[in-house]
Structures are given as structure tokens and as C-alpha cells.
């Protein structure tokens, strides 16, 4: 079996043991002498599959017994409809931190149900850091605070989350969830694209602080209010079943793996190798300033195209493919998920230190 280290942002690498148990059980899932692709998501099986799954992120990340977990269609992108849709529900006012292209679009898409204000954007340096919140920033009668934890293009992440009193923060974590512990209770509503850190695309895992369902206007289309999913136990309609099954092999492996707080230590071990080898490096620049970098999304640039493209090329040919940065910063960009494995981070950090030894000096 011949397989590259796949650098994507997303979707992106998953743990080949979670491949392995998905590919062992495909064509009979234990005693149901069936595909999970072909089970009823009324079936005692499946129900099992995606209790499981809710119970071991619960676990993972300590969401407290006040907050619905909740398994969504539509992938992050149709949150950004949804969380207007439904935390809209007295001003009609919401506060967005615009730390990047994601939060941008979030931003533009609440603005068709309701005054939006951008409070901060870190847009006048190409977001390549986190502006600073203090709980003045915000407007006080705001439905909620939108932040977005960790920016998948840029490579910066929020290394504190903001005091907003009693408007409820809602923060899209996409691409940092179950990345290292977090407090859930300090949010109202947090939301995640599968295809970063959980599993395949198309799924969203939404925690709800449960006194926040149920505000959606009567007109809403039923797929589109939370508490559809929060009554039904995301099982109102049949949900992306095998998305959830793989997701919950991946919680499980998070799980034998020492769970989050240990990923968080391999994490950090991952990305300091990369930054080094950056900050080391006469030829590697990092697109991020260093306060803000993200432990998951890397990105560093080359003194210009040519060589960018020789990286590129050079890298791919060694088996690190995916590396291309996105246009918006151009260079390099490493994301290195809970999935990623240590090797496949000291074979690109290798990489990088013969690459500039073989150009470095011009
Ligand atoms: C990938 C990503 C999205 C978009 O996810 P989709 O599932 O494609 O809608 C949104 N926000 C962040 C932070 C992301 O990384």
C-alpha cells in the first residue's frame, strides 16, 4: 500500500487505522451481515452508530449536559446560515470578527437576516494575525458574537477566546475542533465541517447551549432550524449515515490515542518542527505572525514564484502532496490535523532543510 502524506486542508488526511476498520467492516458491519452504505438509519445498528458517536465526542471534548450535539448536512458553510437563522431572535443584531476568508463569508451571509456589525477584521495586514477583543468591542444588546477559532487559509488561530458577558459566543472550529482541549461552557454555540478533524465532508457536528434552540422564526424551512435535529436526535430525516459512522471511528481513535489533551501535546510537538525549521530558515518565510500561528493550517512563503513552484513540485515527487498554498497568500501550506502522523511532519521538515540547502544561497 502506497501512501503519500497528504497535506490538504480539507478534506483531509484520516487516520489509516480509522481506513483499515472502515475497510475490514464494509461489506458486513459486525452482526447486521450489511454495509453501514446499506442500513436503515432506523436500524438498532445504526442508532447504536450515531449514539456512540454523540457519546464519545461529548466525552472528548467535556460538552457539558446543557449543550444539544447535534449531527448537521451541508457541511460549515450552510451554518453560516443557519446560526443567524436561529440566534437572531431579540435584536436582530450580531457582532463578527473577520480573521479571514471563512469569516468573511459568514459575515456576508448573516447579513441578509439581520444588522451585522464587523466589531474587528484583521484584513488591513491579509489576516495574517487576530486582532485584539476586549468586551467593549461589542455591541451589547448583539444575539450573539461570531468568531472563527482557527483560519484555515491564513494560518493564524485565536489563542484567547473574548469575554462577551452575556451575549452568547458562537465560534466556527472547522478546522481546530478536538485539535486541544476546550472550555464549551465559555460558548453558546460551536460549529465544525467534518472534512478537517472529525471525518468526510458534507457533515457538521453543532454544539448548542440548549436554552438557544427554538428561536427560529415559524417561516424557517424545518431543515434549517436546530431544533429539528435537537427533537429528532439528528435523525429527523436520514442523516449522511456513513459520514457519522466514520466520524465515530475517528472519536474512538482520538479516544486510544489519550484524547484530546494528549493530540494537543503531538499537536504542538507537530507544529513547532515546521515553525523552526521556518524561523530557522534564511529562505522559508511564515505568513503569520508568530503570536497568532496555528497549530494545524502552517503556511510560510519562498522568496518567489519559480521556487515556490520547484517546492511544489520537488515536495510532491517526495510523496508530501498538497502542499500549494491557498491563492490568497500563495507559498506553502502544511496543514497538519490530528491525523497527520509525527513522520509525516519531520519527512516535510526534512524536506524543507534539503530544499534550501540545494537553493538557499543565490
Ligand atoms: C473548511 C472550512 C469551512 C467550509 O466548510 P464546508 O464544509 O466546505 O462548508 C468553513 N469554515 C472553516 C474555518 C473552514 O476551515
Known amino acids: 500500500m502506497d501512501r ?6 480539507g478534506p483531509a488526511v484520516l487516520p489509516l487505522e480509522v481506513l483499515l476498520r472502515a475497510q475490514r467492516d464494509f461489506p458486513a458491519y459486525r452482526s447486521a451481515g450489511m454495509s453501514v452504505l446499506e442500513m436503515s438509519h432506523r436500524s438498532k445498528a445504526f442508532e447504536e452508530i450515531i449514539a456512540e458517536a454523540e457519546k464519545l465526542f461529548r466525552e472528548l471534548l467535556g460538552v457539558p449536559d446543557d449543550y444539544h450535539v447535534l449531527f ?41 437576516f439581520g444588522t451585522v456589525a464587523v466589531v474587528a477584521s484583521s484584513r488591513d495586514r491579509n489576516f495574517s494575525y487576530v486582532p485584539a477583543l476586549s468586551p ?17 487559509i491564513y494560518g493564524t488561530r485565536f489563542t484567547a477566546f473574548p469575554e462577551t458577558g452575556d451575549v452568547p459566543l458562537a465560534a466556527d472550529m472547522s478546522s481546530n475542533i478536538l485539535s486541544e482541549p476546550l ?13 478537517k478533524n472529525i471525518g468526510p465532508s458534507g457533515l457538521c457536528v453543532v454544539v448548542l447551549r440548549k436554552d438557544l434552540a427554538g428561536f427560529a422564526p415559524a417561516e424557517t424551512p424545518v431543515m434549517l432550524d436546530y431544533r429539528t435535529y435537537a427533537d429528532n436526535a439528528s435523525l429527523y430525516n436520514t442523516p449522511a449515515t ?5 466520524a465515530k471511528l475517528v472519536f474512538e481513535w ?20 515546521l ?5 530557522g530558515s534564511s529562505l522559508f518565510r511564515g505568513a503569520a505572525d508568530r503570536e ?71
Open 242 to 246: 456513513f459520514s457519522i459512522y466514520v
Open 275 to 279: 515553525y523552526d525549521c521556518i524561523d
Open 254 to 273: 482520538l479516544k486510544e490515542k489519550g484524547g484530546v489533551a494528549a493530540i494537543e501535546k503531538v499537536n504542538r510537538e507537530k507544529a513547532a518542527i
Open 183 to 195: 472550555d464549551v461552557s465559555r460558548f453558546g454555540l460551536i460549529y465544525a465541517g467534518a472534512q
Open 136 to 152: 467593549s468591542t461589542f455591541t451589547p444588546d448583539a444575539d450573539y458574537v461570531h468568531i472563527t477559532s482557527n483560519n484555515t
Open 72 to 112: 448537521v448536512h451541508g457541511g460549515a458553510t450552510m451554518q453560516f446560515s443557519m446560526v443567524p437563522m436561529n440566534l437572531m431572535r431579540r435584536s436582530r443584531k450580531a457582532d463578527y470578527v473577520v480573521t479571514g476568508h471563512f469569516a468573511a463569508k459568514a459575515t456576508e451571509e448573516a447579513r441578509k
Open 292 to 362: 497568532f500561528r496555528s497549530l494545524m493550517n502552517v503556511t510560510f512563503v519562498l522568496p518567489n514564484e519559480e521556487l515556490t513552484a520547484e517546492f511544489l513540485s520537488g515536495a510532491s515527487a517526495a510523496g508530501l502532496v498538497n502542499l500549494k498554498g491557498h491563492r490568497a497568500v500563495g507559498g506553502v501550506r502544511a496543514s497538519i490535523y490530528n491525523a497527520m502522523p509525527v513522520k509525516g511532519v519531520v519527512a516535510l521538515a526534512d524536506f524543507m532543510r534539503r530544499f534550501e540547502a540545494a537553493h538557499g544561497k543565490r
Open 4 to 9: 503519500v502524506y497528504n497535506f490538504a486542508a
